[in-house]
């Protein structure tokens, strides 16, 4: 059973435009964590959300953990090559050390 | 600052063989997790291990895969008589004490690539 779902799975767009990423569940987080991988690397952590509704700014990323903390979005305001990557959301539910994974978005931005 | 460290970066064994990963946490984790990751799929959870104790191994197959933590030295993934299925990614994660089940903010190592002949 997939726990976490991420759309789209792939996403190719233009240098400049905006885009959204989900990540959905039927399953309640404690806390969510957004990774980006690049090719032959492990992932890198972006952010972590925890409170319902919470949003966080990373420059031109813009995360947010949905009211009854069982999805998420990602927002890239103005597209750069260098966000091209694997974007994974991660949720942790309450006393269990592991994560679960979603299948990610594999994003190409184009110059 | 050193970061996580897995070795060997890539891995390739005959059918048969034992495959052995290692991976170092960061200085002052004492929580590893091992993720295995197929091409352009996400992470899927394997174990999760404290200093000499097993604490959650839900994700492990049953047979042929053990892993440990030992009170010194890095976690060791173990996998014997591999097949041509155990090909993929293998990814150590570590976390400090007292994050886990809250936060479980992870931070990952740059990842074994096993390809298996």
């Known amino acids: 059973t997939q726990l976490l779902e991420q759309s789209p799975q792939f996403l190719s767009i233009q240098e400049g435009e905006n885009l959204t990423v989900y990540c959905n569940s039927s399953?309640?987080?404690?806390?969510l964590q957004w990774y980006r991988q690049e090719p032959g690397e492990g992932p890198v952590l972006l952010v972590t959300?925890?409170?319902?509704?919470e949003v966080k700014k990373l420059k031109r990323l813009t995360f947010q953990f949905g009211d009854a903390r069982k999805d998420s979005s990602l927002h890239i305001t103005a597209a750069q090559p260098g966000d091209t990557g694997l974007y994974l959301c991660a949720g942790a539910r309450t006393n269990a050390g592991k994560s679960t994974f979603g299948d990610g978005t594999t994003l190409t931005v184009k110059p | 600052n050193a970061g996580v460290m897995q070795n060997p970066r890539h891995l390739v064994r005959r059918r048969g063989q034992e495959a052995r990963l290692r991976c170092s946490p960061m200085k002052g984790h004492s929580h590893v997790y091992w993720y295995r990751q197929l091409p352009e799929e996400g992470l899927k959870f394997m174990v999760y291990l404290q200093k000499e104790n097993i604490i959650d191994e839900s994700g492990m197959p049953k047979e042929r895969f053990s892993a440990e933590f030992p009170k010194e030295g890095p976690s060791i993934l173990r996998i014997q008589q591999v097949v041509r299925g155990d090909s993929a990614a293998y990814f150590c994660?570590?976390?400090?004490?007292?994050?886990?089940?809250?936060?479980?903010?992870?931070?990952f190592g740059p990842g074994t690539r096993l390809t298996v002949l």
């Open positions: 994660a570590s976390s400090p004490p007292g994050t886990s089940g809250k936060y479980n903010e992870q931070f």
């Open positions: 959300v925890v409170t319902g509704g």
């Open positions: 399953s309640v987080f404690s806390s």
